[in-house]
């Protein structure tokens, strides 16, 4: 479960876009990534590395990797989400109400600061890091029960992009995007909210999005 035999599958995962920590470690995340590839190569998924398992992996490396999803047919201006000048968002009106209540629930923290760990012990916190971020404004639609970590984001809803909400995640960070505006911890520096309208790389990190969104 430990040794340069796990640190090389971990490196393979990364080769074909399942991203996951080099640490030689067979812990919780390189099994998730395993299963998450049994699943998609159509294998018997059960966490278990096979020499079946094996030939397809380096059969993805040998074409590049996993292709990226298709990408969502872009929402009409009218349907856009907007950042104002105080730093929170705003949406049309014929946006779905799961969606305005996710903008509502991101405006509540989107000035709070970064904490590590914050948003996980309890919804009210005095700060939030990237998961809990996100943990917070989908529980204010009704669409999570129990924050999340950016590990688990990478299993949670629907594989994909969604048509009004895509989530991006990996080992290290968790960020989404809402009716074409970025909810992202790392905007705090920049703007001094989590909402942004500037784009950023979505280079190792699996898609994701609720169910019906």
């Not at 201006?77 to 946006?95: E, F, I, P, T």
């Not at 509502?104 to 005095?126: Q, V």
């Not at 989530?167 to 920049?190: E, K, P």
Request: net charge positive; glycine share 14%.
């Amino acid at each position: 479960m430990k040794g340069n035999d796990v640190r090389a599958l971990q490196n393979l995962f990364n080769r074909i876009g399942l991203h996951v920590s080099v640490d030689g470690s067979f812990g919780r995340q390189t099994y998730t990534a395993l299963r998450r590839f049994e699943h998609r190569v159509g294998h018997r998924v059960n966490g278990v590395l096979d020499q079946s398992d094996l030939d397809a992996l380096h059969q993805i490396e040998g074409q590049g990797g996993f292709p990226p999803p298709p990408q969502p047919a872009p929402l009409p201006a009218g349907s856009r989400a907007q950042v104002n000048a105080d730093g929170l968002a705003s949406v049309g009106a014929d946006a779905p109400q799961a969606v305005k209540d996710i903008i509502a629930a991101g405006n509540e923290i989107a000035s709070k600061p970064y904490h590590y760990g914050g948003g996980h012990g309890r919804w009210n916190d005095s700060g939030y890091d990237c998961s809990g971020s996100v943990s917070f404004a989908l529980h204010g639609a009704g669409l999570l029960k129990a924050p999340l970590d950016s590990t688990s984001f990478e299993s949670w809803g629907k594989s994909g992009y969604g048509h009004w909400v895509s989530i991006y995640a990996n080992a290290g960070h968790a960020w989404m995007m809402v009716a074409g505006l970025r909810f992202d911890t790392s905007g705090l520096s920049s703007a001094g909210s989590r909402w942004q309208t500037a784009k950023r790389s979505t280079r190792g990190y699996v898609v994701r999005h609720p169910v019906g969104l």
